[in-house]
């Protein structure tokens, strides 16, 4: 039998490789909350940093996963390696069954450029667990040139998953209200790219000139947002959409931006990670500690508000 240290040094010496099965493998580990799996993250770390990161999000039903079943297709024709990482997807890839035989994404599965992994990894905070990154990252070290997340909504919780990505697009069809209302609550940060899938659908004009309205009343900056039109069932407007997700990265590494969002994305999750162990460990001192229990009684009893307990309970813990 192998020394445990030693199988793990296997693992990531496939990983970065791009062995597809020591990839899946190790994306269970993090995703199982595996202490080997975050011990795997830290020796390949270093050598992230190089996939270019892409987030696609936008109402449920839209077409993000048609989409990005033709940009990998696209990606491949180029020579490049693809990953995709789907959260939380109420229609997940299965081997060959999303998207029928139109898109033979079956086809993709057995491509070794091509690596695909759904997640239902909402953790108990209502955020996207700890585990995303770490796949992401994952799926970076082992050599792909393109990494595509994708996630349902327009809320708070789907700005996470984007807090990962270098471009985000955001994909809408026509006739989809929403999420214009939510662009324009300032709900989603402006995306880099907007997608109208669907534009068959007769509305379709009438949905671009309301993006471009909702988009002349947020800020103005040097990058302005282009939005692009495809029919991704038939892989109609494919092209711009690459040539778009290509123009903007030209964009941000032009002006320096990329580092600064890498910087940012990478803060929040630090952030993000502190805070979910912090909440973590209070939990169990709240279940555990019988003094915590009595600080609670306090609160029950009226004798102590809230927010004087929660000081006492961080004092303690930090
Ligand atoms: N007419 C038309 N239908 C499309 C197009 N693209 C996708 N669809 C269909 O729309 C439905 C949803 O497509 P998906 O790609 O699963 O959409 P999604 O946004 O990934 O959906 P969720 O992950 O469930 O949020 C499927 O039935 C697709 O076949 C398109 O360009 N035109
Ligand atoms: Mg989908």
Redesign the pocket.
């Known amino acids: 039998m192998a020394a445990p240290g030693r199988t793990a040094a296997d693992l990531a010496e496939r990983l970065l490789a791009g062995d597809k099965r020591a990839l899946a493998r190790a994306i269970s580990l993090v995703e199982n909350d595996d202490p080997e799996g975050w011990r795997l993250v830290r020796e390949i770390y270093p050598r992230t940093g190089r996939a270019q990161v892409v987030g696609f999000t ?12 033709r940009l990998v297709q696209n990606a491949r024709e180029r020579s490049r390696e693809v990953a995709v990482l ?1 959260i939380d ?3 997940p890839f299965t081997q060959g069954a ?3 035989d ?1 898109i033979r994404l079956a086809d993709h599965f057995l491509d070794p450029g091509v690596f695909i992994r759904s997640m239902a990894t909402r953790g108990s905070l209502g955020g996207l667990s700890e585990a995303t990154l770490q796949a992401a990252l994952l799926m970076d070290a082992s050599g792909k040139d393109d990494v595509f997340l ?1 996630t ?1 909504g327009v809320g708070q919780a789907e700005v996470d998953i984007i807090d990962h990505a270098d471009t985000v697009v955001l ?1 809408l ?1 026509p006739g989809s209200g929403d999420s214009i209302q939510a662009l324009k609550a300032g709900v989603m940060e402006i995306p880099d790219v907007i997608v109208v ?5 007769p509305l379709t004009e009438t949905m671009v000139r309301e993006i471009r309205g909702v988009l002349s009343l947020g800020p103005q900056g040097d990058w302005r947002v282009p939005i692009v039109t ?5 892989g ?1 407007g494919i092209e711009e959409v690459v040539d778009e997700i290509a123009r903007h990265r030209a964009h941000i590494e032009e002006e320096g931006t990329l580092e600064e969002r890498r910087r940012r994305n990478l803060m929040n999750e630090v952030l993000a990670l502190s805070a979910g162990r912090l909440r973590r460990r209070l939990e169990e001192s709240i279940r555990e500690d019988e003094s915590v229990k009595e600080l609670l009684d306090e609160v029950v009893a009226r004798r102590l508000d809230p927010a004087s307990a929660a000081v006492k309970l961080l004092e303690r813990e930090l």
């Open positions: 936008g109402p449920p039903g839209v077409g993000k996963s048609t989409l990005i079943a789907s997807p109420s229609s999303l998207l029928g139109r994708e349902v994909v069809m899938n669907k534009r068959e659908h495809t029919e991704s069932a038939k109609e």
